[in-house]
């Protein structure tokens, strides 16, 4: 719980920091979770998943008609990754199959189908390096911060990012443009769309940022950076990271999962930039 000048007490739900171990090598992760409904929305139609290996975010669209359905139906169709001791590609398609499958059903109970973003990322060792193995739909995001240096490692499906591909839009202008939240791929909603899936390196020392819109439609690349680079502890980055995002209009529901990747035995190092793995723009601080 905080308080933010200007809009009264803020709460958040979030877990608090906790760790888990990497099986057979000197890696824990450090994790924290956190969701607020902002200050427009009556229903909270986000959901997360905090069950490592894998992390999870789903945003759900549908409004009355129960985007918060679509996406609790979607962490339940992941949730049994959790008990995986290793979490491979195929484990990821089932389960974006099964809440696909899901969350159209919800579409014979509702005048308008429900549907619902995802991202998600479940660390894997390969050649005894860590990796996030990274699925993606919608314009949930995922970041990774390291050396100074904030990277989106996602790509959004939405009408915004296919003009800025075009060159018709800067980022700067997409913060307020009025089609921000028209997404081009979702889970449900009448269609069965594809997942981007990326293998990121995870290194000790950098941080794993997930989100819903509703944080990146309120605070900027350059102003996530900011608070990312007070070096402040997941469950701290993630209680300020939601409040500004409330603070700066809270137009929409907010959740926000950061992880650490700490080295065992030893205070781990800030890693330096990961290697490039998606034609997205860095943030340097």
């Known amino acids: 719980m905080g308080m933010v000048s200007g809009v009264g007490e803020v709460r958040v739900n979030a877990t608090g920091a906790e760790s888990w171990s990497s099986p057979g090598q000197a890696t824990r992760l450090v994790h924290a979770a956190g969701t607020h409904p902002g200050r427009v929305r009556?229903?909270?139609?986000?959901?997360?998943?905090?069950?490592?290996?894998?992390?999870?975010?789903?945003?759900?669209?549908?409004?009355?008609?129960?985007?918060?359905?679509?996406?609790?139906?979607?962490?339940?169709?992941?949730?049994?990754?959790?008990?995986?001791?290793?979490?491979?590609?195929?484990?990821?398609?089932?389960?974006?199959?099964?809440?696909?499958?899901?969350?159209?059903?919800?579409?014979?109970?509702?005048?308008?189908?429900?549907?619902?973003t995802l991202v998600t990322a479940a660390y894997v060792l390969e050649d005894g390096r860590g990796y996030w193995l990274l699925a993606n739909i919608g314009d949930s995001r995922a970041y990774t911060y390291a050396g100074g240096v904030?990277?989106?490692?996602?790509?959004?499906?939405?009408?915004?990012?296919?003009?800025?591909?075009?060159?018709?839009?800067?980022?700067?202008?997409?913060?307020?443009?009025?089609?921000?939240?028209?997404i081009t791929r979702a889970i449900g909603a009448l269609?069965?769309?594809?997942?981007?899936?990326?293998?990121?390196?995870?290194?000790?020392?950098?941080?794993?940022?997930?989100?819903?819109?509703?944080?990146?439609?309120?605070?900027?690349?350059?102003?996530?950076?900011?608070i990312l680079s007070e070096g402040m502890a997941p469950d701290r980055t993630v209680l300020t990271l939601v409040e500004a995002a409330v603070a700066a209009g809270g137009h929409d529901n907010v959740t926000v999962v950061v992880v650490d990747v700490e080295a065992v035995g030893a205070v781990a190092a800030v890693a330096p930039a990961c290697e490039d793995t998606a034609p997205n723009p860095r943030v340097r601080g």
């Not at 989106?152 to 939240?181: C, F, K, N, W, Y």
């Open 42 to 116: 009556q229903v909270n139609e986000d959901s997360s998943l905090v069950a490592p290996p894998l992390f999870l975010v789903a945003d759900g669209m549908g409004g009355y008609a129960r985007g918060d359905v679509a996406s609790r139906l979607v962490v339940e169709s992941f949730e049994s990754l959790a008990s995986l001791h290793e979490v491979q590609p195929a484990d990821v398609e089932a389960a974006i199959s099964a809440a696909q499958t899901r969350v159209a059903s919800l579409a014979a109970e509702f005048s308008s189908a429900p549907g619902s």
């Open 150 to 182: 904030l990277e989106q490692i996602s790509t959004d499906h939405s009408v915004v990012q296919e003009l800025i591909d075009a060159g018709q839009l800067t980022r700067d202008e997409a913060l307020g443009h009025p089609e921000r939240h028209v």
């Open 191 to 226: 269609t069965r769309s594809e997942a981007d899936f990326a293998l990121v390196p995870a290194e000790p020392g950098s941080r794993l940022l997930l989100c819903s819109d509703g944080l990146t439609s309120e605070l900027s690349d350059t102003a996530i950076l900011h």
